[in-house]
């Protein structure tokens, strides 16, 4: 059944393009940076994925909530987007595991979104002009206020938004029969990461994004791990000072998309905004030293800039690329256990084709294990 609630709405972007439709989920108005993701299932994980905060989602599968959503799919404790535009909603669901339908989901998380649109023609129009601020409003809100609403919304770009979604104190996870400690640094992280790190018998300590080293080390950790998380690095100066203190730290190091994006700017590559960015889950990755590829569950909106990795402080090898645009979806150190990539190994939703990236994580923390042994021996 598509929800039709009879309430007119319209969507303005910042260069004026309107489109109509019909309000969903929660009554209200909404704005921030418009992207899209073309992921054909997963929308509650999409939804409530912190890298997504300040953030409005086309969804280009054309049905968005014939299977309801599950309390246990959350990727964290609330959602995360601003709001989401829709071809067909469905406010019916049929999976007989489903806890609530999608619409009662976003109106108990009071999400405001648009239906009923022509989703192909707006994600081309994205794509020809790129990621930009739009309002989700009533559909007889007067043009002049929609103006005024998107003037007051921030751009992405120099926008820091990780002090928002990371914990406010630092918090433990014990794996069962644990032979290692992980410190996690929190800028946005997804519950299923820390998942993966835990089925490897990995016990976690988390930390805020805003920890210092001194913190860290204190819990004496065996390796290190930089979440994914929103908003542009290059606004981050609070966290450059640890991550450089962890690269010295001659531990093994695993970062993922924003913790990849910081990793790269603490040795001197640079970041950049993407036009209009990678998400979804059916993003093509080649491993350039395996040979092998992978498809990929990917959110960004900033990328590092290859032509920068060559003058970084210390030698870096490109390990990934993305086969649609051949941007840097991997690096490693060439004399360090470090290594991070731009994409989203856990891939909740998505394929788990990159999945062994936690146990190339886990090795390099039993290797560095392994050689300390050897040393005090």
Not at 114 to 140: C, E, F, Q, W, Y
Not at 254 to 268: D, E, K, N
Not at 349 to 369: E, H, M, T, V
Request: glycine share 10%; net charge negative; hydrophobic share 35%.
């Amino acid at each position: 059944m598509t929800y039709e609630n009879g309430q007119p709405a319209v969507l303005m972007l910042a260069d004026g393009t309107k489109f109509y439709g019909n309000a969903i989920g929660y009554q209200g108005i909404a704005s921030g940076e418009i992207c899209f993701n073309t992921g054909m299932t997963g929308y509650q994980e999409i939804f409530t994925d912190p890298s997504y905060i300040g953030q409005i989602v086309v969804m280009t599968n054309v049905h968005i909530g014939n299977y309801g959503t599950r309390k246990d799919e959350n990727q964290s404790g609330s959602v995360k987007v601003s709001g989401i535009i829709v071809r067909n909603f469905s406010s019916n669901y049929s999976r007989i595991r489903g806890d609530e339908s999608l619409q009662d989901f976003l109106e108990d998380n009071k999400v405001v979104g648009i239906s009923n649109l022509d989703t192909r023609a707006l994600v081309r129009h994205i794509r020809n002009k790129g990621a930009m601020n739009v309002v989700i409003a009533p559909g007889n809100t007067p043009e002049v206020e929609l103006h005024r609403i998107l003037s007051e919304t921030p751009d992405m770009d120099g926008c820091e938004l990780s002090s928002v979604v990371t914990i406010s104190e630092s918090q433990e996870r014990i794996a069962e029969n644990a032979k290692y400690r992980v410190a996690v640094i929190d800028y946005g992280c997804k519950e299923n990461i820390y998942q993966n790190l835990l089925k490897r018998g990995l016990t976690l300590k988390i930390f805020p994004a805003d920890v210092d080293f001194a913190t860290i080390d204190a819990w004496q950790p065996d390796a290190y791990f930089l979440s994914n998380g929103p908003g542009d690095p290059a606004a981050m100066d609070y966290a450059m000072d640890t991550v450089k203190a962890i690269i010295q730290a001659d531990k093994p190091v695993f970062g993922i998309c924003l913790g990849h994006q910081l990793l790269s700017l603490a040795v001197g590559i640079k970041t950049e905004k993407l036009k209009y960015g990678h998400r979804g889950i059916n993003h093509p990755v080649l491993n350039t030293e395996s040979g092998l590829g992978e498809i990929t569950s990917q959110n960004h909106g900033f990328g590092i800039r290859e032509e920068t990795i060559a003058t970084a402080d210390e030698e870096i090898i490109i390990t990934h690329r993305n086969l649609n645009d051949d941007s840097v979806e991997g690096i490693r150190w060439a004399h360090k256990p470090i290594f991070s990539v731009q994409y989203h190994p856990e891939a909740s939703p998505g394929p788990w084709d990159s999945r062994y990236l936690f146990d190339q994580f886990l090795g390099n923390i039993n290797k560095a294990a392994t050689i300390a042994t050897e040393v005090n021996v």
